[in-house]
């Protein structure tokens, strides 16, 4: 769970002692059976409360304080928002990983990987159309290269013997080829798009060509 930090600050109890004394002080010396000495027993108090709260501030702390759940997205769409959350919960495991293993090579590419399958996830809701390619790497791409890094995360606190450090290395050596492939999958999904685009701008070039907009053919005072 992700935190923020914030500042706590814990009041000193040394204003209400300094009132509790004025109080003591004036019940045993000082007259209390009319209106005003009441009332100005009140107003010394006050003063007095104030006074040690700026003399005696409290202590200041800095405590972690969990950062709220964000909204889970709905698309309206069954299907996508189930993928959605699971998305969500793949990209929570990555970043924790990420967290958690020490190489800072290592750590970079997670974080990359992570970054990648969030915006793979995320896809999907302005292209619903893109949710079977989105599956099908939430089916095996995913759950493989978490379970590398889960390894990797493992084993990492285990003693450097030759099957530990051959493991960790043919780990390590995959993921640059793994960051390469997410990038690619990443690009893959805006291909219906690139081409909805490119059928757009040969339509409007048609258009402008047609009404003698393009080329020596365009008028400027027309």
Known sequence: MSCTKKTVVKRSAVPIYGVAAVWAIWCLALPIYSLWHFLLLIAVSVGIYFALSKLFPGKKTVVDVPAPEPEPVSTGNA???AL???GELAVKELRRLGTSIREPSVRSRVEEIASLTDKIF?????DPEDIPQVKRFAGYYLPTTMKLLNAYDRMSGEGAGENVSGTLKRIEDILDTTVAAYRKEYDHLFANEAMDIDTD???LESMLKREGLTGKDFDVKR
Do not use: H
């Open 79 to 81: 299907e996508a928002d």
């Open 84 to 86: 959605l959350r699971e």
């Open 122 to 126: 995320k896809d999907i809701i302005e």
């Open 201 to 203: 701008i040969t339509v």
